[in-house]
């Protein structure tokens, strides 16, 4: 696995109650993934809302007349460390999002 850990470590990691891995494994199962691990944890991230818009996210937002709280989420979006970088980017981003409601209906 490109976490480093064996098949069988993650076996135990799952089912073996009071085992409980280090910072380090987690940061690399959740690296290895492409997640935080906070979502790795099924934990909530409490962090502040970037203060930083885009260039192209604001461009984005200007054309198709966001609302500034969906600016401000969006801002707050990255995938392994890194923002999208193309106003084409933003807007599949928000339209799997805004697609994403429908599921949870």
Not at 36 to 60: A, V, Y
């Amino acid at each position: 696995m490109s976490a480093g850990v064996s098949k069988g470590y993650l076996w135990s990691l799952e089912n073996v109650p009071d085992k409980r891995p280090s910072a380090q494994t987690l940061y690399a199962i959740a690296t290895a993934l492409g997640v935080t691990m906070s979502s790795l944890l099924g934990r909530r991230l409490l962090t502040n809302q970037p203060t930083d818009i885009p260039e192209s996210l604001q461009e984005f937002a200007d054309a198709k007349r966001l609302p500034d709280s969906d600016v401000r989420m969006l801002a707050g979006i990255e995938f392994r460390g890194v923002r999208p970088q193309t106003r084409e980017r933003w807007e599949h981003i928000y339209n799997a999002i805004r697609m994403s409601r429908t599921l949870d209906e």
